[in-house]
């Protein structure tokens, strides 16, 4: 893993443990993003009337090849959060009815369902999953309890992001369908991190990023929409559809492929990203997920807190970990002022958080680095 991390744009004078946030484009991918923006602005128009529409079908079955679904039940989506927007104003719910998601979810989302909620009347609860976590068994059960008759819809994160942890969802989605119930997955974290089979899930609506752990550029994520849904899933932004250049023959794609004029370069990039995976990735994920098994040892020794999971299955190539009460309120400053490490800490349910990630770019002394200052500043 020495070299790997010349191959990434990266300031080489900074530890950077945060991956999990942004993520960082690998030089093939960026050039490859840069290729596509090139040829936009050679012939920009021919190019948005003519040749995107080719290029994004491309795009689309590498990456539903990659992620075990059809071409054709997949949009693209300058981020999550705007993919999940257009779920939720297409929910054709009555006011009681409730959407069911764990205290772990994403807060911009959490804002956003919540939000949406008080316009229509539609009840949002966050069943308390408490930490630590243990068994698959004791998860199921506490989630399940806030499930009832009103239950219309589950909201869940296949990796969350503020615990960091990856939940076992598949009982989850298979009780669900049994209840007829609408499964929507928050799959933010999950491609390139763990391995992804949408259809073998078999849940209704999966949101994923390209730009976290897949290291496609900013401003590249998708919407997978089961195909017996998609003939009443209208974009919030109208534009052409139908009417406009997309030879597709799904009403669906042309209502969603074309939102306005927009810069369709880091959607083209995908097929790049999935191979710098293939090439460069996938043969260092175990030895990075065995870093941040040892972080994860380390923090509880370091810090003296206990984790928020008994590890394991639980934990990818990121790990939350609650800091000791008297612990800086600046922490994160101090580490990136004093330090130049670049890591998150934040508040979730009156726990302070410190979030490592681990990417093929790290490197065991960038963890000691952090293990190193923690002691001092907190």
């Known amino acids: ?30 050039q490859e993003y840069q290729k596509w923006q090139k040829k936009l602005e050679h012939q920009p ?92 068994e004791r998860f199921i059960e506490e989630f399940w309890k806030g499930v009832n008759v009103r239950t219309k819809v589950i909201f869940i994160s296949h990796i969350t992001s503020p615990t960091a942890l990856i939940f076992p969802i598949e009982q989850i989605l298979a009780r669900a369908r049994e209840k007829g119930l609408i499964t929507i997955v928050d799959g933010a974290h999950v491609p390139g991190q763990v391995d992804l089979d949408i259809h073998a899930l078999g849940c209704d609506y999966y949101i994923g990023a390209i730009h976290k752990w897949l290291c496609g550029p900013k401003g590249s994520s998708f919407l997978f929409v089961k195909k017996e849904h998609q003939k009443w899933m209208k974009p ?29 370069s880091a959607f083209l990039s995908i097929p790049t990203a999935i191979e710098f995976y293939h090439q460069e990735i996938s043969s260092l994920q175990s030895k990075c997920r065995e870093m941040n098994l040892h972080a994860f040892s380390e923090f509880q020794s370091i810090l003296g807190t206990k984790p928020i999971s008994s590890g394991g299955n639980w934990l990818g190539q990121m790990v939350s970990h609650p800091l000791p009460d008297h612990a800086s309120p ?33 490197q065991q002394n960038d963890i000691d680095s952090l293990m190193s200052a923690l002691p001092s500043l907190i």
């Open 236 to 264: 919030v932004v109208y534009s052409w559809g139908k009417d406009g250049e997309d030879p597709s023959p799904s009403e669906f794609l042309q209502d969603f492929q074309w939102q306005g004029t927009r810069d369709m």
């Open 45 to 136: 128009v021919q190019f948005m009337t003519d040749k995107v529409y080719s290029a994004l079908k491309e795009s689309r079955i590498a990456l539903s090849e990659f992620m075990g679904c059809n071409e054709d039940e997949l949009v693209f989506f300058p981020n999550p959060t705007t993919a999940t927007t257009n779920i939720i104003f297409n929910l054709d719910l009555k006011p009681g009815d409730e959407i069911l998601m764990t205290n772990h979810e994403y807060g911009a989302l959490v804002r956003a369902w919540t939000a949406w909620g008080k316009r229509t009347g539609i009840k949002i609860v966050q069943q308390n999953i408490p930490v630590p976590l243990d068994t698959e």
């Open 330 to 362: 600046d922490l994160k400053e101090k580490l990136w002022t004093r330090h130049k490490i670049e890591i998150p800490v934040f508040e979730w349910n009156g726990l302070q958080l410190i979030r490592l990630s681990v990417q093929i770019y790290n």
């Open 1 to 30: 893993m020495n070299n790997i991390k010349d191959t990434f744009l990266l300031d080489p004078n900074i530890t950077f443990l945060n991956h999990g946030s942004f993520g960082s484009c690998p030089r093939p991918v960026f």
